[in-house]
């Protein structure tokens, strides 16, 4: 009998060992929690550093009056127009957009229209939009602004036609600013050989809020620097608090008013009334953007036209239904907690009911994904209040991590929730690559590793064309 007990011990012992091994060996990749994933990479805690007023990418283009800031975004609801927007510093100058096809020698005119702005002590320069019209699909085209001595030429690639199967590539980019961080996610952005086509852009652009009196000089200075791919692809503009720039306190009560002034979009496409939510479809795809800084209330305007945009989304045309908003309804950091629950109590519902496949925010300072979950149960008087798995939900994606002056959020909830699959506090972008109807690949890259290096990735299934689980796929 006490032999029996001894080899018990013994056997228990080396039990023991084998299960703190395989611990060590777990804990040696992820830290495991109640959630899912939190990364062990730790970037080192520091506040971003802001590149100064003379640093190469704010550089003035040379000549007299030359167009500055030039950036598009698409222009219409299907993809076949853009909107062309550069700045003129000395004098409105030429409104004009020259543009012709890459495989045509026939040049074509556009006439803009020119707009000014004061905000506290500062008078903007002469902010030009043009749209172009009647472009043919999947098509590269080059045009000029400016006159003489001081034209520039960009060129971009138009969409393919609207379709199931259309594949499309798109970057990610949140909470972007103008810190050597920022510079260091668009350049890896620029270099990542997978290509994104089009950045959604989930808010807060310039950070020149956080400047003294609001320093517009600092919109300025931020569209010089993106101008480098923004000129180039569209950029899918989404509002972030930092647009707000509502500063009772210098005599400045209205909301928006150099972001809207200076980034315009086609919001009138998909009959909304205001530039701050809309839709477009690009590919296969149908983008909804949201602002999470309007009134979103029942009765109110962006409700309604929510409610009557989700039915109109075809998936047998654009099986891809994303969204894009600010302030994301599933955080696990201890920065902006919650913020967004208000907004989800109103749209979740509708979300799950029309099979949204993700949904991409910004405004925490860090990088997070989510399960596909729901918490649409709730009603008061049944106390059900906990997220579950829901395979008719989206992923909820938090993208701010763009590089800003306000540096990353490390402060996370402990322990990580289930509804968490994987978070990480490092600057980065991602790319969400649609491939087909029912296959997407989603990947994110952090600034401090190589270019092609991905530190998340997932296969994304289509909710309604092949709605499995993708869980497996992710890591």
């Not at 149960?377 to 763009?402: F, H, L, M, R």
């Amino acid at each position: 009998m006490g032999s029996f007990s001894s080899s018990s011990s013994s056997s228990a012992t080396a039990f023991a060992v084998i299960v703190v091994l395989a611990l060590v060996l777990l804990l040696d990749s992820a830290i495991l929690c109640h959630g899912g994933e939190t990364s062990v990479y730790v970037r080192k805690v520091q506040k971003a550093v802001g590149m100064p007023l003379d640093s190469d990418v704010f550089r003035v283009p040379s000549g007299y009056n030359a167009p500055q800031q030039v950036h598009i975004t698409q222009g219409d609801h299907v993809g076949k127009a853009v909107i062309v927007s550069w700045v003129t510093e000395d004098e409105p100058g030429s409104g004009t957009v020259l543009y012709w096809s890459e495989n045509s020698k026939q040049k074509k005119k556009a006439e803009g229209k020119v707009t000014t702005y004061k905000f506290y002590n500062y008078t903007s320069g002469y902010i030009h939009h043009c749209t172009i019209r009647n472009l043919e699909y999947n098509t590269k085209y080059y045009y000029v602004v400016g006159v003489d001595h001081t034209m520039r030429k960009f060129w971009f690639t138009t969409p393919p036609a609207v379709g199931p199967d259309a594949p499309y590539t798109f970057g990610l980019i949140g909470d972007l600013g103008q810190s050597f961080d920022s510079n260091s996610t668009l350049s890896h952005y620029e270099q990542n050989p997978q290509k994104g086509q089009t950045v959604l852009f989930v808010g807060d652009l310039s950070y020149a809020s956080v400047y003294p009196f609001y320093d517009n000089v600092r919109w300025d200075t931020w569209g010089r620097f993106v101008e480098r791919s923004v000129a180039y692809q569209p950029w899918i503009w989404t509002a972030g608090n930092h647009e707000i720039d509502f500063a009772p306190e210098i005599g400045e009560t209205k909301p928006f008013k150099p972001y809207s002034h200076r980034y315009h979009v086609p919001y009138q496409a998909s009959n909304s009334t205001a530039p701050f939510w809309y839709s477009i479809k690009r590919a296969s795809a149908y983008i909804i953007v949201l602002s999470s800084y309007s009134a979103y209330g029942k009765y109110t305007p962006q409700y309604m036209w929510l409610e009557q945009e989700l039915p109109k989304v075809n998936r047998t045309e654009t099986p891809w239904l994303i969204v894009l908003m600010h302030s994301p309804w599933y955080n696990s950091y201890n920065y902006h907690y919650m913020e967004g629950e208000t907004m989800r109590v109103m749209y979740e519902p509708w979300f799950v009911q029309y099979k949204v496949d993700v949904v991409f925010a910004g405004h925490v300072h860090a990088y997070e994904r989510s399960e596909r979950v729901s918490n649409i149960a709730y009603n008061v008087v049944n106390g059900v209040c906990t997220p579950v798995k829901d395979q008719s939900a989206p992923v909820y994606i938090t993208i701010g991590d763009g590089g800003n002056l306000e540096g990353l959020a490390t402060n996370m909830t402990e322990p990580q929730p289930a509804y968490s699959a994987y978070r990480e506090a490092s600057f980065g972008h991602a790319i969400f690559d649609i491939k087909n109807r029912t296959h997407a690949y989603y990947s994110w890259h952090r600034n401090h590793d190589g270019a092609a290096v991905e530190a998340d990735s997932m296969w994304f299934f289509n909710r309604v064309w092949h709605p499995v689980d993708e869980s497996p796929t992710s890591h």
